[in-house]
């Protein structure tokens, strides 16, 4: 059975022009704000794939690449950043290039400020689209796409070792206008407004709790997320929840002192229970030290002592 009248119902809302979630938002920091660049201490690469609503015809694909790293010469950290989305006829890619300028307080505490810019390219095949009212005279039945410039700017805080973690970013500042999609031509990518943060709690030489928190505003709705996982190490087990929408579970593996992979599983709580079963999310993180020492990418910022 197909499920395109429940896209074109959500084309309708607004809600196709927001930007993916992801559940493993703990490990996509910089994706999510310009001025988490190079908050690791050196390079890290995070790879990040979501199967969204599985078993409904056309339902979210999405998947996000970034690299940043800290330059000393340049006060801060640079990064690069690609997303890439789909849901049924429609398709999103951003690129982004980022900077984040760092300043270091007593005690080891960072605040860096940051400004990213790029730009968006979005496509619809309009003859494919098969909405709930035919014909609907506010799409369009051709294919269509256009390529816009997007920035955003954010703040990120940090406590040394990672232990504390707090950011607050906004993208697609401009707005960027999607009036080829529509007959009416007010279409537009809303601005959106993160806020992450997170904490460990060291239990012991191997293990750790780790809570974390996301929050989401585009125009008026909004997402929050709460997690909670342990980590014993090698190995990292979490629980999340979604408000009003999904619960989640994580699992996660330290392969190596650089190597990093996640996997989650979302069941979902609204009504989409009855046509999915579930959304899937994969997530790969490596990250090189310091004078090529390898440092474990879920654990951030530390010093060189730290490691044995």
């Given at each position: 059975?197909?499920?395109?009248?429940l896209?074109?119902?959500?084309?309708?809302?607004?809600?196709?022009?927001?930007?993916?979630?992801?559940?493993?938002?703990?490990?996509?920091r910089?994706?999510?704000?310009?001025?988490?660049?190079?908050y690791?201490?050196?390079?890290?690469?995070v790879?990040?794939?979501?199967?969204?609503?599985?078993?409904?015809?056309?339902?979210?694909?999405?998947?996000?690449?970034?690299?940043?790293?800290?330059?000393t010469?340049?006060?801060?950290?640079?990064?690069?950043?690609?997303?890439?989305d789909?849901?049924?006829?429609?398709?999103t890619?951003?690129?982004?290039?980022?900077?984040?300028?760092?300043?270091?307080?007593?005690?080891?505490?960072?605040?860096?400020?940051?400004?990213?810019g790029?730009?968006?390219?979005?496509?619809?095949?309009?003859?494919?689209?098969?909405?709930?009212?035919i014909?609907?005279?506010?799409?369009?039945?051709r294919?269509s796409?256009?390529?816009?410039?997007?920035?955003?700017a954010?703040?990120?805080?940090?406590?040394?070792?990672?232990?504390?973690?707090?950011?607050?970013?906004?993208?697609h500042?401009?707005?960027?206008?999607?009036?080829?999609?529509?007959?009416?031509?007010?279409s537009?990518?809303p601005?959106?407004?993160?806020?992450?943060?997170g904490y460990?709690?060291?239990?012991?030489?191997?293990?750790?709790?780790?809570?974390?928190?996301?929050?989401?505003?585009?125009?008026?709705?909004?997402?929050?997320?709460?997690n909670?996982?342990?980590?014993?190490?090698?190995?990292?087990?979490?629980?999340?929840?979604?408000l009003?929408?999904?619960?989640?579970?994580?699992?996660?593996?330290?392969?190596?002192?650089?190597?990093?992979?996640?996997?989650?599983?979302?069941y979902?709580?609204?009504?989409?229970?009855?046509?999915?079963?579930?959304?899937?999310?994969?997530?790969?993180?490596?990250?090189?030290?310091?004078?090529?020492r390898?440092?474990?990418?879920?654990?951030?910022?530390?010093?060189?002592?730290?490691?044995?």
């Amino acid at each position: 059975m197909r499920y395109w009248w429940l896209l074109a119902t959500l084309v309708g809302t607004g809600w196709a022009q927001q930007d993916p979630q992801f559940t493993q938002y703990m490990y996509n920091r910089f994706g999510l704000n310009p001025a988490a660049a190079g908050y690791a201490g050196a390079w890290q690469f995070v790879a990040l794939g979501r199967l969204q609503w599985i078993g409904i015809d056309g339902h979210p694909r999405s998947f996000v690449a970034n690299a940043h790293t800290p330059v000393t010469f340049l006060r801060g950290g640079v990064g690069l950043h690609l997303l890439w989305d789909e849901i049924g006829p429609f398709r999103t890619t951003d690129i982004k290039g980022a900077y984040a300028f760092r300043l270091t307080f007593g005690g080891g505490s960072i605040l860096q400020l940051g400004v990213a810019g790029g730009i968006m390219n979005k496509s619809l095949d309009g003859a494919a689209l098969r909405p709930e009212q035919i014909p609907d005279p506010t799409l369009f039945n051709r294919a269509s796409t256009l390529t816009v410039p997007d920035v955003g700017a954010g703040v990120y805080f940090s406590l040394p070792e990672d232990r504390f973690y707090l950011g607050f970013s906004a993208l697609h500042l401009t707005e960027p206008s999607l009036k080829d999609f529509t007959s009416t031509g007010r279409s537009r990518v809303p601005r959106h407004f993160y806020g992450t943060a997170g904490y460990t709690a060291r239990l012991s030489e191997t293990i750790e709790l780790v809570p974390s928190a996301f929050f989401k505003l585009a125009q008026s709705q909004f997402t929050v997320d709460a997690n909670l996982s342990l980590r014993v190490q090698p190995v990292l087990i979490g629980a999340s929840y979604r408000l009003g929408d999904a619960v989640c579970a994580l699992l996660g593996l330290q392969a190596t002192e650089a190597l990093f992979i996640g996997y989650s599983y979302d069941y979902p709580l609204s009504r989409l229970g009855l046509v999915t079963t579930g959304s899937h999310e994969f997530v790969i993180v490596y990250t090189l030290a310091p004078a090529f020492r390898l440092i474990p990418p879920d654990l951030g910022v530390r010093d060189k002592k730290d490691f044995r």
